[in-house]
């Protein structure tokens, strides 16, 4: 019998439970008056989490994952309640759920318990141990597009200088007169190296030195060799979208949280009589 749910204000605690524990008897008691039955529930307990289903339609009314869950309690007392705290995926609310087990409320506690373990395991198991390996691969990443910007600009400005220097070279030049360094080398007498002209390094027959060669910031995704950068995170396989990222950080800090197993008195005021 699921006696239903009630907002707490912290994720573990005896008293909180006691306290919802309380609260949700003595709204049951309030409806056995008004001739309302307590609903019937079927649990489905896995590593993926609890399930609170409808009997007979197996509709699912409630999926509380077991990363949310924080606080897990049965009475010591009475053995047919059983209770657990579990954080709203919607509101991140933290919310206490009661229920009457037929004298099984121990069982189920553990059974919760042992399937929080398992999935934390399977967690790790998967890949969840890395998340912050994750984080340090992101600002890595964002530090190879920040040095492949510098990287680019600064080929912009030594070409620029280049080709300032060629220009240079042709003006300073008496007319008709030969002169004797070729008018394509650099600043230390070497021909500068050009994979997109190789010819540009000679003079033409009539003496006159060939256009310059363009500028190639339109090669800003190439590196200083003219080759296309190695980009680990291009396949997507170590990147992960926010809304991903942020599930897989809330999945790690609530196993880091914990469950809390314990047994308590719940059966504390006299409205708690079996009846």
Do not use: W
Not at 172 to 184: E, F, I, L, Y
């Amino acid at each position: 019998q699921f006696l239903g749910s009630t907002e707490v204000e912290q994720p573990k605690g005896t008293e909180v439970v006691r306290d919802a524990v309380r609260k949700l008897k003595f709204a049951r008691h309030i409806k056995k008056s008004e001739g309302l039955k307590t609903p019937k529930v079927e649990l489905q307990i896995s590593i993926y989490g609890v399930k609170i289903l409808d009997p007979k339609t197996k509709e699912v009314q409630h999926n509380c994952q077991l990363h949310r869950i924080s606080f897990c309690a049965d009475d010591k007392t009475d053995k047919r309640i059983f209770t657990f705290i579990c954080k709203d995926s919607e509101s991140n609310k933290h919310l206490c759920y009661v229920f009457d087990s037929e004298k099984c409320a121990e069982e189920i506690t553990l059974t919760i318990g042992q399937a929080f373990d398992l999935a934390y395991r399977k967690f790790l198991e998967s890949g969840g141990k890395d998340v912050e390996t994750r984080k340090q691969i992101a600002g890595l990443q964002k530090r190879i597009q920040e040095l492949e910007a510098e990287n680019s600009e600064l080929k912009n400005k030594v070409q620029d200088l280049e080709n300032q220097l060629r220009i240079t070279q042709v003006h300073t030049s008496p007319a008709g007169s030969v002169t004797p360094k070729s008018p394509s080398t650099d600043i230390f007498d070497m021909v500068p190296f050009s994979p997109i002209s190789p010819q540009s390094s000679t003079p033409t027959r009539n003496g006159t030195q060939p256009p310059p060669v363009p500028s190639r910031s339109a090669e800003i995704k190439r590196d200083l060799f003219g080759a296309e950068p190695f980009d680990p995170f291009s396949c997507g396989a170590g990147d992960f979208p926010p809304d991903i990222q942020s599930k897989l950080d809330e999945m790690q800090e609530g196993f880091k949280m914990g469950l809390t197993l314990e047994g308590t008195v719940f059966c504390l005021d006299p409205l708690d009589s079996r009846c």
